[in-house]
């Protein structure tokens, strides 16, 4: 790692990681030098960005192997978006257990945060507002349900899991003609309709530009983290984990 997480560091994030779940020494490993790449690559604490890896494994049900993966996800979002890996990893476990729920992958909604986000709504905004569009097409209300018959559209569940999110808002836009009287009729919450708008804004165009960045994002993250600890705080950052493992 470069000198840029510490022995003390490692250890106390490891006690987190296995408190996640992953008692395995292999999976802390996997999940340690993830998380360290994400946290130094995004300006962020070690502590924070593991917390929000091991969120989005248990989330998702997926190993400790996937941890590289979805970190590069996590900085992909930030590249594409206008919110950091901080922010991102504070609030993305409110978030991914009900995307997990909604058969949405973890690519399609790193894409959407940072369109939405792109588009100048406030990260915690549009991981409130994707949450709560996200909880109305899984369970909608009797307006959205009587709505939804009468334009013909398919909002539940199963659309999500076999049309994907961009598939479902790509309906959505069409059949309401961007209507934001029939769209609030859908999704029932002014937060909601703010993320859905900027989705929708430019007929999802940013959306999918930024799902096939996520999927391209392989070893962007290791990429940040050799650039960041090139840096002269890079280097202090070394200098000091070299003496803190001295004194250790």
């Known amino acids: 790692m470069r000198g840029q997480a510490s022995a003390v560091e490692l250890t106390a ?19 340690l030098e993830a998380a360290t790449m994400g946290a130094v690559g995004g300006m962020s604490d070690l502590n924070t ?3 929000a890896v091991t969120s989005v494994l248990n989330a998702y049900g997926m190993s400790a192997d ?5 970190v590069d996800g996590f900085i992909q979002t930030q590249n594409d978006g206008k919110i950091i890996i901080e922010q991102y990893a504070n609030q993305i476990g409110r978030l991914a257990p009900t995307a997990a729920a909604a058969g949405v992958g973890i690519e399609q909604l790193n894409a959407a945060l940072s369109t939405i986000t792109a588009k100048g709504v406030a990260p915690e905004q549009a991981i409130t ?16 349900t009587a709505l939804a018959k009468e334009l013909g559209i398919e909002f539940n569940e199963a659309a999500l899991k076999s049309k994907g999110l961009g598939g479902v808002l790509a ?15 859908l999704f ?12 929708t804004s430019d007929g999802l165009e940013s959306f999918e530009k930024n799902l ?9 993250a290791r990429k940040a983290f050799k650039d960041m600890s090139n840096t002269l705080d890079g280097s202090l950052k070394g200098l ?8 250790v």
């Open 13 to 31: 994030a490891a006690y987190d990681v296995a408190s996640a779940g992953f008692t395995n020494i292999s999976d802390q490993t996997k999940i």
């Open 49 to 51: 960005v593991g917390n």
């Open 66 to 70: 996937q941890a590289g993966k979805l």
């Open 129 to 144: 507002g994707l949450n709560m569009a996200l909880v109305a097409v899984l369970k909608p209300s009797g307006e959205a």
């Open 171 to 185: 309906e959505v836009a069409k059949k309401t003609g961007g209507s934001t009287t029939k769209m609030t009729k």
């Open 188 to 199: 029932g919450s002014v937060d909601a309709l703010k993320s859905v708008l900027a989705l």
């Open 212 to 220: 096939k960045n996520q999927g391209k994002a392989a070893g962007v």
């Open 240 to 247: 000091d984990s070299s003496f803190k493992n001295l004194v």
